[in-house]
Every structure is written in structure tokens, then in C-alpha cells.
């Protein structure tokens, strides 16, 4: 496991990506769109909260199915009850890990962070 870490100091955002061997398992964009699956029950919807074509989300849906030992998201289509996504418990699991993991990654990032800024010529931090 390769965990990446990026954070910008300005706006004290830190992305967390948990990254197995080559492929990306989960990172912060996955995640962003299980958990509006999860609170749309669409991926169209998923789509305009994000800023994210339909075919977009879809294929991240598709890799991080791939990527689990169980799929993170089922899909209906529609018909006369509609179509719609939904987060399988193994994607609901997922998605709490991976919040789990970016909430203690920030907990440690702002322990260190400020040490590691004041080693930082000044005129570099605000490029």
C-alpha cells in the first residue's frame, strides 16, 4: 500500500489517496462520489453535485467495482419505478474507512504541518 498525501497549507486542505500496487483504490474523488450516491440514489444527480459528466461517474463507479472484492454501487435502470444507484453495505464500509483514514491523516497533518512550514522560506509559501 502506497498512501499519497497533498495537502496546500493556504487552505489547509489535505487529499488523502490510498493507492494498492499501481491502481488507485480509493482516493478523495471515489470517494466524493460514493457519498453523493449515497445521498442521491443517482448517478446523474452524482454527476451535477460534482461537476461530473454522467459517463464520468460511471466509470469511476465501473474501476471501483472492479477494484473490491464486492461491488460498491448497484445500478437500476429505468423503467416505471425509474432507475437509480445505491451503495451495497460493502460500499457503505468502504466509504467510511476511507473517511476514517482522510480524518486521522488530517489529525496528523495538522500536528506536523505548522513545524514543517517554518522551515519553508517564506516567499515559497505562497506560490
Same mark, same amino acid.
Do not use: H
Given at each position: 500500500?502506497?498512501?499519497? #498525501?497533498?495537502?496546500?497549507?493556504?487552505?489547509?486542505?489535505?487529499?488523502?489517496?490510498v493507492q494498492i500496487k499501481h491502481a488507485v483504490a480509493i482516493g478523495p474523488g471515489?470517494?466524493?462520489?460514493?457519498?453523493?450516491?449515497?445521498?442521491?440514489?443517482? #448517478?446523474?444527480?452524482?454527476?451535477?453535485?460534482?461537476?461530473?459528466?454522467?459517463?464520468?461517474?460511471?466509470? #469511476?463507479?465501473?474501476?471501483?467495482?472492479?477494484?473490491?472484492?464486492?461491488?460498491?454501487?448497484?445500478?437500476?435502470?429505468?423503467?416505471?419505478?425509474?432507475?437509480?444507484?445505491?451503495?451495497?453495505?460493502?460500499?457503505?464500509?468502504?466509504?467510511?474507512?476511507?473517511?476514517?483514514?482522510?480524518?486521522?491523516?488530517?489529525?496528523?497533518?495538522?500536528?506536523? #504541518?505548522?513545524?514543517?512550514?517554518?522551515?519553508?522560506?517564506?516567499?515559497?509559501?505562497?506560490?
Open positions: 500500500m502506497k498512501p499519497t #498525501l497533498s495537502t496546500s497549507p493556504l487552505d489547509e486542505k489535505t487529499r488523502f489517496r471515489k470517494a466524493d462520489v460514493l457519498e453523493a450516491i449515497g445521498e442521491t440514489g443517482s #448517478l446523474a444527480e452524482t454527476g451535477r453535485r460534482l461537476g461530473m459528466s454522467y459517463q464520468r461517474v460511471w466509470s #469511476l463507479v465501473a474501476a471501483m467495482n472492479g477494484d473490491f472484492v464486492e461491488p460498491l454501487v448497484i445500478k437500476q435502470r429505468g423503467g416505471v419505478a425509474g432507475g437509480g444507484a445505491k451503495l451495497t453495505p460493502t460500499g457503505e464500509q468502504v466509504l467510511a474507512i476511507y473517511r476514517a483514514i482522510e480524518r486521522d491523516a488530517q489529525l496528523a497533518v495538522a500536528r506536523r #504541518l505548522p513545524q514543517l512550514l517554518r522551515l519553508i522560506r517564506p516567499e515559497r509559501q505562497s506560490s
